[in-house]
């Protein structure tokens, strides 16, 4: 790992203790609502001739939920959007898992000046960062962007991933997503498309 590098994530490890710190600015309005349990649930699954044709993606599935609620035996706490990711990748029959939480900032892809995530074209938006080994630890970001009838994800950091169900087991693996992972196109699902999502990462 590069000085940058180190840089970064130690810079990008004290945003997320701000944003765990701070009360929730609305994450997502055209999303979900305010609502406690209020969600959303966004797939893919990319077919063998998309595949085919893009033979160095390595993701070939894709799940992203939403869903508003507060720290697990909290009392008193604003509620948060958490956001749980699960992909599937070439040659890997394991789903890969990880959650964190989403919330909008007029800066939320700058740091020192610099975008975060180069393929999401503004500084503000829906940044979405995963957790490391526990709620506290930086493990990752990715930026959100609404579309007509879904959600478009992008990533060029490496996510903090893990196969087990839940997100204290194991410290996990950094999952590179490269130049053809670098923006998915998700379609809007029914919510219970996420439930067993839903209740495989708990947020502890």
Do not use: W
């Given at each position: 790992m590069t000085m940058q590098t180190s840089m970064e994530k130690q810079a990008l490890f004290v945003l997320i203790a701000i944003l765990v710190a701070a009360p929730d600015v609305h994450a997502a309005p055209d999303l979900i609502d305010d609502a406690a349990g209020s969600q959303a649930c966004f797939t893919r699954s990319y077919d063998a001739a998309h595949l085919a044709k893009n033979p160095t993606?390595?993701?070939t599935s894709m799940r992203f939920a939403l869903r508003r609620e507060t720290y697990p035996d909290s009392v008193d706490t604003p509620l948060q959007t958490?956001?749980?990711l699960e992909i599937m990748r070439r040659n890997d029959a394991r789903p890969w898992r990880a959650i964190g939480q989403c919330a909008f900032d007029q800066q939320a892809n700058r740091a020192d000046?610099?975008?975060i995530v180069s393929g999401y074209p503004?500084?503000?938006g829906i940044a979405c960062h995963m957790t490391g080994e526990n709620?506290?630890?930086e493990g990752g970001i990715f930026m959100i962007e609404t579309t007509d009838n879904g959600l478009k994800v992008y990533i060029d950091d490496d996510i903090n991933m893990r196969t087990e169900a839940r997100v204290t087991e194991g410290p996990g693996e950094y999952i590179a997503?490269?130049?053809a992972d670098s923006l998915f196109i998700l379609n809007r699902a029914a919510d219970d498309a996420c439930s067993d999502l839903q209740k495989a990462i708990k947020a502890e």
């Open positions: 993606q390595k993701t958490f956001a749980r000046e610099h975008a503004h500084a503000d709620l506290d630890a997503f490269g130049p």
